[in-house]
């Protein structure tokens, strides 16, 4: 119902930084809570960050809070996550969604419709 697209994923050395853009198409999501996860190979997925519909609220994994910012636009229908002081394991294929629920989700099941992903290689 609602297409997911991520882009701005590449190649960056440890301590650079990189923005990644999630477009949706098909719905808005003014009203929907939106997320970042994070997948390795050998590895769940895993949360990375969250936003309100109105951008006025957001969460962090542990692993990313002080180093990641969620932000939304909802004119353009697109969700970011900037990404700072990378370290080689934040290495992974990360993934925009939209949650099932008008709170802030944290949780994979929690949300119902997932981009293809963007590749995040940190290189030391």
């Known amino acids: 119902q609602v297409q997911l697209v991520e882009s701005g994923g590449g190649l960056v050395q440890a301590g650079g930084s990189l923005r990644l853009s999630c477009a949706a198409s098909?719905?808005?999501?003014?009203?929907?809570?939106m997320g970042w996860f994070r997948q390795t190979p050998g590895k769940e997925r895993e949360f990375a960050a969250a936003i309100s519909s109105n951008g006025l609220r957001t969460d962090y994994a542990d692993s990313a809070k002080g180093r990641f910012t969620i932000s939304r636009d909802n004119a353009k229908n697109t969700v970011y996550l900037q990404m700072s002081s990378l370290k080689p394991e934040d290495t992974a294929v990360y993934y925009c969604?939209?949650?099932?629920?008008?709170?802030?989700?944290?949780?994979?099941?929690?949300?119902?419709?997932w981009g293809q992903g963007t590749q995040v290689t940190v290189s030391s």
């Open positions: 969604a939209r949650s099932r629920y008008s709170r802030l989700s944290v949780r994979e099941y929690e949300y119902d419709s």
């Open positions: 098909g719905r808005t999501i003014s009203s929907l809570v």
